[in-house]
T-cell receptor, first 111, second 114 residues
Framework: GESVGLHLPTLSVQEGDNSIINCAYSNSASDYFIWYKQESGKGPQFIIDIRSNMDKRQGQRVTVLLNKTVKHLSLQIAATQPGDSAVYFCAENQAGTALIFGKGTTLSVSS | DGGITQSPKYLFRKEGQNVTLSCEQNLNHDAMYWYRQDPGQGLRLIYYSQIVNDFQKGDIAEGYSVSREKKESFPLTVTSAQKNPTAFYLC?????????????FGDGTRLSIL
């Protein structure tokens, strides 16, 4: 079936740097995308979402960019903090279908 | 506080035994989901339910069963037919599967074989 993948399984940054986590998706019919953060031993936590009629959306210290031409999604975290260390998943779907999750990128922040 | 509660946090299964994982939500969400997560992997869908008394198989339903008798509850049974049940099980809910809204997750149950 269709799947969502991530470019890098791990990303290491210094505290205070900006982080960029990338995700490629394969289903051109997908119209909704979500980023989740998962800390060890916990369930995924919603960070931010974006619909296909947008190419950018900002939250608190996070920005999601959507490039439908190349089917690429990214999550930018500004001024990364040690508490941002976690596994980040992107997910995609169309309304009425199940979410499809990528395999995740592990973000490690060193101080 | 509104949220999703999964219990127990840790569960051990003996050979040939069925075990049931609990998932309760007080978000008044119509849709509920069960996922399995293996180390270093993404989430794979086991079963989902769009409304009370209805549920559908996901990608890896074999060896699992569910029920949805109440809106707030969606228990998952891992049967003895599931030969590799060791995993982290996550329950989620959303307002509806028919509209684009995020799923909210519980904190999971870790199932191991004795």
């Amino acid at each position: 079936g269709e799947s969502v993948g991530l470019h890098l399984p791990t990303l290491s940054v210094q505290e205070g740097d900006n982080s960029i986590i990338n995700c490629a998706y394969s289903n051109s019919a997908s119209d909704y995308f979500i980023w989740y953060k998962q800390e060890s031993g916990k369930g995924p936590q919603f960070i931010i979402d974006i619909r296909s009629n947008m190419d950018k959306r900002q939250g608190q210290r996070v920005t999601v960019l959507l490039n439908k031409t190349v089917k690429h999604l990214s999550l930018q975290i500004a001024a990364t903090q040690p508490g941002d260390s976690a596994v980040y998943f992107c997910a995609e779907n169309q309304a009425g279908t199940a979410l499809i999750f990528g395999k995740g990128t592990t973000l490690s922040v060193s101080s | 506080d509104g949220g999703i509660t999964q219990s127990p946090k840790y569960l051990f299964r003996k050979e040939g035994q069925n075990v049931t994982l609990s998932c309760e939500q007080n978000l008044n969400h119509d849709a509920m989901y069960w996922y399995r997560q293996d180390p270093g992997q993404g989430l794979r869908l086991i079963y989902y339910s769009q409304i009370v008394n209805d549920f559908q198989k996901g990608d890896i339903a074999e060896g699992y069963s569910v029920s949805r008798e109440k809106k707030e509850s969606f228990p998952l049974t891992v049967t003895s037919a599931q030969k590799n049940p060791t995993a982290f099980y996550l329950c989620a809910s959303s307002i509806s599967q028919r509209i684009n809204q995020p799923q909210h997750f519980g904190d999971g149950t870790r199932l191991s074989i004795l």
